[in-house]
């Protein structure tokens, strides 16, 4: 079993910066696809970012592109995912997910690769 923990979440104004980590522990793989979704109320969970397993190979959805980077840190078991000049759009529950193995740059967008799961940090901008 892994373990995801994500922390980094909070109130910030519209135009800031956040970075969110997700810690991960357990029974991990090598190679590894790990990825941010992220959810608000009523709405199904959506792709942020992903890594797909291949040398740091990286993908992100149109919403955060140009405005966010997901990297990871493998001394430290986290993966990151900074953001810069948040919008009150992105406020949302985010999520990290894992999966063992390599993906592709479109399959790593998909919520049903996942089976590891964190419990998610509120992200909420301020407009």
């Known amino acids: 079993q892994v373990q995801l923990v994500e922390s980094g979440g909070g109130l910030v104004q519209a135009g800031d910066s956040l970075r969110l980590a997700c810690v991960v522990s357990?029974?991990?793989?090598?190679?590894?696809?790990m990825a941010w979704f992220r959810q608000t109320p009523g709405k199904d969970r959506t792709f942020v970012a992903g890594l797909t397993g291949f040398a740091n190979s990286t993908a992100y959805a149109d919403s955060i592109k140009g405005r966010g980077t997901i990297s990871r840190d493998g001394a430290k078991n986290t993966v990151e995912l900074l953001m810069h000049n948040l919008k009150p759009e992105d406020s949302a529950v985010y999520y990290c997910a894992a999966a063992p193995g390599y993906t592709t740059a479109r399959s790593v967008r998909d919520w049903r690769l996942y089976k590891n799961w964190g419990r998610g940090t509120q992200v909420t901008v301020s407009s």
């Open positions: 357990g029974r991990t793989s090598s190679p590894m696809s």
